[in-house]
């Protein structure tokens, strides 16, 4: 059995069991059961489980222990601040739960939120009060975080920690009794679901699940809102908010690509999913009203931050190349072979690499470049916001990033880089009509050069048109629309 047929299988159980009666929410905290997305990177920890048989398992799940805990001493020294703000309680009527990627020199402002700015300041302009929960991936301190946030601790008290331990013991008892006892799993699966229990993923989730639990027993809200992509963190602040807060509305917000083989939005108990769903566009409305009926009221295009347009000269001629890779080691590695490769082969074209800000730029450099290939006149590392880079390309290269969509907008051609023919497709724009033109070599990249211009001037405006379908413009009307169906009182 290959690496695909083994997700494909376990996936299957993985579904049986989170939608079985005796799972509980700390079941769905378990990151080995929950499929999010089919792609390299979120499958590699399910790959060094799911691989090895059961004299391995048991010893990987003995070493794994001992080196976690090592990690967690460590963790513990480096993150735990006894400073840190506490889960306090104001006066508001909104919680937003949000993210936030950057460096050393920036600072998050919930009026520039990169995912909630334009709701934020539509809700302040109606006089409503907004709190944030705010997962901070940067490098930034928590005191430099700016406005009425509540930031999602990467460590927490001892008394916390041991809590943490004790509920995935729980857990382990639970599968056993209940799963495996009962037949319902074999033993090669309960040891491949056990060393899960006991992995940094989660126990992370669990983490937050007990953070979600005190902050939403402290802070009642008419509304919640939070960014939803089937993260086992999300059923965790769901499950938390129906349970201490029965009478707040809770919203998902799904503001990228709905994936194949999605599970998470069939959810069997309710109590995991949001009550109601904002898109980006009305492409995803239509896509989950087709995979859950129970939205099919329940569902909102309010549109997205990152639909916009700018004026843009065709001057290029298709020699200007952006590069999209997401926010991971796998894919940023991956496309700066590619475009090392690319801007060694055709000289006369520029190729401008664009980092996600999730990923520590001066580290890849380090590690990827050295002076002369990094200083190459016609490879680029950006350093502009991403409307600049759109503004002087042409042609977009991608795999999973969503980036593609803005682009597109704004009369970018996508070229989809596929080297191996993987078969978890990973495009965003997989099943919208939108034109794109594969490619999984420097061979077949020199092929696509020649039909470039023909195929601009057939599908430029027809793939525009579509990308406006994924990504509309946020209008305050179809937020209002909302509160106003739902009486959204103000404070």
């Not at 991971?328 to 800000?357: D, G, W």
């Amino acid at each position: 059995m290959n690496n695909v047929e083994k997700y494909l299988s376990f996936f299957k159980y993985a579904k049986k069991i989170l939608n079985d009666q005796n799972s509980n929410v700390i079941t769905h905290s378990i990151e080995l059961l929950n499929f999010y997305k089919f792609h390299e990177d979120y499958l590699v920890d399910k790959k060094n489980i799911l691989n090895k048989n059961i004299f391995n398992l048991l010893l990987y799940l003995i070493i794994k222990i001992f080196f976690d805990f090592i990690k967690w001493l460590f963790k513990y020294f480096k993150y735990y601040d006894l400073t840190s703000k506490d889960y306090s309680s104001d006066e508001h009527n909104v919680i937003i739960v949000s993210h936030f990627f950057g460096n050393k020199e920036e600072k998050y402002i919930p009026s520039k939120d990169w995912i909630f700015n334009k709701l934020n300041s539509y809700l302040l302009r109606n006089s409503h009060k907004v709190k944030f929960i705010l997962f901070n991936y940067s490098s930034i301190p928590e005191k430099k975080i700016i406005g009425n946030c509540i930031v999602i601790k990467k460590i927490l008290p001892i008394s916390d920690e041991l809590k943490i331990l004790l509920l995935q013991l729980r857990e382990l008892k639970n599968i056993f009794s209940k799963f495996y006892l009962k037949k319902k799993i074999g033993f090669l699966i309960f040891l491949q679901i056990v060393n899960s229990i006991f992995l940094p993923e989660t126990r992370n989730n669990i983490r937050i699940y007990l953070q979600f639990k005190k902050i939403l027993q402290l802070n009642k809200t008419r509304y919640l809102i939070s960014t939803f992509e089937g993260y086992p963190w999300e059923k965790m602040l769901f499950y938390n908010s129906k349970r201490s807060n029965p009478n707040c509305k809770v919203i998902g917000y799904q503001h990228t690509f709905v994936p194949k083989n999605t599970c998470w939005l069939n959810n069997s108990s309710k109590l995991l999913l949001p009550d109601y769903i904002f898109t980006s566009g009305i492409f995803n409305k239509k896509k989950i009203n087709k995979i859950n009926n129970f939205y099919k009221k329940k569902i909102f295009n309010i549109g997205s931050n990152r639909y916009f347009e700018i004026k843009k000269k065709n001057f290029n001629k298709n020699k200007n190349f952006l590069m999209l890779p997401e926010g991971t080691i796998f894919e940023t590695t991956l496309f700066i072979e590619l475009a090392k490769n690319l801007a060694e082969k055709f000289t006369y074209l520029n190729f401008i690499l664009r980092f996600h800000p999730l990923i520590n730029i001066k580290k890849i450099i380090r590690k990827n470049f050295n002076k002369k290939n990094f200083l190459s006149d016609n490879l680029i590392v950006s350093n502009k916001n991403f409307s600049e880079d759109v503004k002087r390309c042409d042609v977009a290269i991608y795999r999973g990033s969503t980036s593609i969509v803005s682009a597109i907008i704004n009369k970018i051609l996508p070229l989809y880089y596929d080297p191996n023919k993987s078969h978890f497709n990973i495009d965003p724009i997989f099943d919208t009509k939108i034109k794109k033109i594969y490619f999984k070599d420097e061979e077949e990249f020199s092929k696509v050069l020649n039909i470039l211009s023909k195929f601009k001037r057939k599908y430029i405006t027809h793939n525009m048109i579509e990308a406006k379908k994924f990504y509309s413009s946020f209008e305050n009307k179809l937020a209002e629309n909302f509160f106003k169906r739902f009486n959204f009182k103000k404070i």
